[in-house]
């Protein structure tokens, strides 16, 4: 102890605060190249949140890079200063030191605050991406083995494998699969979602910058899953409405209204089991899975209103199923994420309504 | 024989009785109740699929040369890569961990006669190659082809050799459960007088957090696996979101074991490391309750960040971030032991012996890969990175640049004792310096592949030519790498053929295993020592009395007997 004692007072070695000034030197001037490195260069940016999540990785590289400066600086200088030599005898031993209860507790406070620093940082990003105003345009992909389908509001038909965007507008992308797992990822969004079956994922972002950019599948659907790709277009908005009206154009007008009289119970029975029982129970409105249980979706005095504000109708149900809901509990996708048809639609609301006649005798 | 294992709870008594080493060759060497022989058992079998599992690895580097695959279909390539993944984590570095350096060293490091429970440890070993020939085995009907994470519903749909998979994963898994709890008990209650918790070789501590996390994450996993074979034979609906099942289900039960997996693959590396440093700079090691203690954390810790690797799978947005600032939490205790091996390094005497080549590098490349790894935990960054080549480059940096290295380190370092005989130290040292650079130049390029757009999993990059120019350097960092191999493999087969032969304790290391012979007798020590101290104070006397001399002879350090200490055991 004494030993240890003694060379505790001494000096921290031959060239410490040399080493560690040079080390920091290094790191300064690798910080500066990564704050002015071009990412944006490397994989073009869309617009946000790719700019911010750049910044965070900036931001988490200059931090990174300092601390594996600093540990693979000492780790080297510690190993040629402290090396054992020939003249130190066969039986020669290093300096007795256990601990140092101060040295301890500043490096897990440091690397604490570091660590907070860097989540908040996170959060505050993530906060950002999840209050995007948007919803300006709201459209779908869907993933297939082995491509991308999309479909945009009040188009009867949906577009493969190329996504056109108008410039300077907010999209909420929902996102889902009609088979396996997929993943929608542009590196340029700097964003990705899986596509799940069954469920549906948003991404939101703002195109700000005009060009053709990456769409990849990042999670593994098949033989084929390396060549799942797709262009995502960012237009100006004359080029978009063009586009947007071409196809238009190419598929015929909107399509029929749908025919209520027409449903068929037992139909939709069936395709309640595939479509909505993963959310919707058919109990009350309380007995819920994701949304409420639809079984008295017509006779509940407790609930007359549907989440809409609108009264529960025959007519006000099938707008829903149309169009999809999206509150605070989770997303109802709509009829294009559903893959629902207008018989479909039909008769999912016959056997709506029939559940809620069985309950009231 | 199991009654072997009684023999440590009255250690310290010279009249404790040893029972006879069995001599039949099928007893001795093929069924036996030895942990000592176990664990060699178990590092030639995960040695032998480290060959097969690296070779596959080869052939994956090999087909990415060019962008439209070089040598293989994508179906072949992607049943490759699966095999490549499933088998370098569960038949290499889980048994190389947990079996072999486990069942090695820590009943030596306790000073036990065997584990626990000899029967079950022998049963837990069969278990492994069974298994291994059961998974690869699965190249005959048709390789599994969605990763080591076979994520539902491809996987259901999957060629048949999933459902083997399953089967495989299912019995390692069984395995490791019981290898954990074997591992829990013996550390608990068969540790030599006198060594309390806080007298305990690092090693130890770590492979009593392994075996907790092994004994409960386990669990987990077998239940997944069962389901999803039942799902592709019998058409039980677990995972299929059309019939009431959920693909997220499999996401959460497989990383609710995968993710302390990962801690499984490392933890014992951390305790190898802790072992190395002090032995080759001379040093106590820096912090040693610290140490300890972080490993526990780690483990603890390492329950409650599993969904980490889902934040794009479509969980609710929120529940990120609990997850996000668990796992960054852990980036403290990690931390700390890095802080403490360099604080080990400063005024050490360092010998540059291979094993503590491996164990800096370990803590250059492992460094990095934790870095990487605070940066994949943070949402936003990991809706960029997650499922590309950033997410291979990190995970090779944390289980070769981290797990390998260490396992290299450990090898290096017990060989003498587990051979009885040394390896060439310039051969060593030519095999780190290669591996290490072949090593960075093979993973460093696939970060910056991940991030310009070239997702894992991938049989070609047609698409994106450009990848080409980096995917050709790492492979030809992927064969120095093999190059590599072949000079530990040289090394290895020289040494037992004509090494010269180890002293009980070549390195003057502390710890008990070096107290006996080289390679140690069947019952370990013949008369189990009591333990007066931590083992890492040099300078001072051996902490350890009651040893048989002639055994602990080869230690240049004063006989046990002679310590000045009192003998109160």
């Known amino acids: 102890m004494a030993q240890s004692r003694a060379h505790r007072k001494m000096s921290l070695g031959p060239g410490f605060w040399p080493v560690t000034i040079a080390l920091t030197i290094v790191n300064v001037a690798i910080s500066y190249v990564i704050a002015v490195f071009p990412f944006e260069q490397l994989v073009p940016i869309v617009g946000a949140p790719a700019d911010q999540i750049d910044t965070l990785f900036r931001f988490m590289s200059v931090i990174g890079n300092a601390i594996f400066v600093y540990v693979l600086g000492y780790l080297v200088y510690f190993a040629i200063v402290w090396r054992w030599r020939p003249s130190d005898g066969p039986d020669a031993i290093g300096v007795q030191v256990h601990d140092v209860p101060k040295l301890e507790f500043w490096w897990t406070v440091v690397p604490s605050i570091i660590v907070a620093i860097i989540a908040i940082f996170s959060v505050r990003i993530w906060a950002g991406m999840q209050n995007t105003p948007g919803d300006v345009l709201t459209m779908e992909a869907i993933g297939h083995q082995f491509k991308f389908e999309f479909r945009y509001p009040k188009m009867k038909n949906s577009v493969y494998d190329s996504m056109h965007v108008p410039v300077d507008t907010p999209v909420t992308l929902n996102v889902t699969s009609a088979d396996v797992l997929h993943s929608f990822w542009s590196p340029s969004l700097r964003i990705k979602a899986d596509m799940v079956p069954g469920l549906v994922q948003t991404l939101r972002f703002t195109p700000e910058h005009i060009g053709k950019y990456a769409i990849i599948c990042t999670e593994f659907c098949g033989t084929q899953h390396a060549n799942m790709a797709a262009a995502l277009y960012v237009d100006s908005q004359q080029a978009f409405g063009a586009w947007l009206s071409a196809q238009a154009r190419q598929q015929g007008q909107a399509s029929a209204p749908v025919a209520l009289g027409s449903g068929q119970a037992a139909a939709g029975q069936a395709l309640f089991g595939q479509k909505c029982s993963t959310c919707h129970s058919i109990g009350p409105f309380n007995q819920k899975i994701v949304g409420p249980g639809l079984g008295h979706l017509f006779n509940d005095p407790a609930h007359p209103a549907l989440v809409t504000g609108e009264k529960a109708s025959p007519a006000a149900i099938s707008h829903i199923l149309i169009s999809g809901y999206q509150g605070p509990i989770g997303v109802m996708p709509n009829r294009q994420a559903n893959a629902l048809s207008n018989q479909d639609i039909a008769n999912l609301v016959a056997y709506l309504t029939s559940l809620s006649q069985k309950k009231q005798r | 024989m199991a009654v072997a294992a009684h023999a440590g709870f009255i250690g310290g008594d010279t009249h404790d009785h040893i029972h006879p080493e069995p001599q039949g060759f099928i007893r001795k060497y093929v069924f036996s109740l030895d942990a000592k022989v176990i664990g060699i058992q178990y590092m030639v079998a995960a040695f032998l699929f480290f060959l097969i599992s690296g070779l596959l690895a080869e052939v994956v580097r090999t087909q990415l040369l060019v962008p439209r695959g070089a040598i293989l279909s994508n179906d072949t390539y992607n049943g490759v890569y699966s095999l490549h993944g499933s088998s370098m984590v569960w038949m290499v570095i889980i048994p190389l961990m947990t079996g072999a350096f486990g069942n090695f060293v820590m009943p030596l490091q306790i000073g036990a006669r065997d584990v626990a429970f000899p029967w079950l440890n022998l049963l837990s070993f069969w278990l492994f190659p069974v298994s291994a020939v059961i998974l690869f085995s699965s190249f005959l009907i048709g390789a599994p082809d969605a990763g080591w994470t076979e994520y539902p519903p491809i996987s259901v749909q999957g060629p048949a050799g999933t459902s083997l998979w399953c089967i495989a994963i299912f019995l390692i898994g069984i395995s490791s459960t019981m290898t954990g709890l074997n591992f829990m008990v013996t550390i608990v209650k068969m540790r030599a007088p006198g060594m309390t918790f806080t007298r305990m070789p690092l090693f130890v501590w770590a492979s009593l957090a392994t075996a907790l996390l092994n004994m409960v994450a386990t669990a987990a996993l077998s239940a997944a696996t069962a389901a999803l074979f039942m799902e592709r034979q019998f058409n039980v609906p677990f995972y299929d979101p059309t019939r009431g099942g959920s693909p997220l289900l499999w996401q959460h039960m497989f990383w609710f074991y995968s993710h302390p997996a990962v801690y499984i693959m490392i933890l014992p590396g951390f305790g190898i490391v802790s072992e190395v440093f002090p032995t080759f700079a001379r040093k106590p090691i820096f912090g040693y309750k610290m140490i300890a203690f972080s490993s526990i954390a780690i483990a603890l810790l390492g329950f409650m960040v599993w969904a980490h690797h889902m934040f794009t799978s479509g969980m609710a947005p929120w529940l990120a971030l609990p997850f996000m600032i668990l796992t960054m939490v852990i980036a403290v205790p990690t931390g700390i032991k890095i802080f403490s091996w ?228």
């Open chain 2, 342 to 569: 360099l604080a080990t390094l400063w005024g050490g005497k360092i010998h540059f012996h291979p094993a503590m080549l491996f164990s800096l590098g370990f803590i250059a490349t492992f460094t990095f890969g934790g870095i990487t790894g605070v940066f994949l935990s943070s949402v936003p960054f990991d809706y960029d990175a997650h499922g590309t080549y950033f997410i291979v480059a990190h995970i090779h940096y944390v289980l070769f640049g981290g797990s390998v290295f260490a396992l290299y380190s450990g090898l290096y370092y017990w060989w003498p004792k587990i051979t009885g005989r040394m390896m060439s130290n310039t051969l060593g040292v030519w095999h780190f310096w290669l591996t290490f650079l072949a090593f960075n130049v093979t993973f460093l390029p696939m970060h910056l592949l991940g991030l310009w757009g070239m997702p894992r999993r991938v049989a070609q990059y047609q698409l994106h030519p450009e990848f080409q120019f980096w995917n050709d350097v790492a492979s030809v960092g992927s064969y120095v790498l093999a190059l590599s191999t072949l000079i530990l493999i040289y090394n290895m087969v020289q040494s037992l053929l004509r090494g010269r032969r180890a002293p009980g304790n070549p390195w003057n290391a502390r710890t008990l295993e070096w107290m006996t012979t080289s390679p140690p007798p069947y019952y370990n020590f013949r008369t189990i020592p009591a333990v007066l101290k931590n083992p890492y104070n040099f300078g001072e006397p051996l902490p350890y009395i009651g040893l048989d001399e002639a055994e602990s002879a080869g230690s240049t350090h004063p006989p046990a007997g002679s310590s000045p200490l009192p003998a109160h055991a």
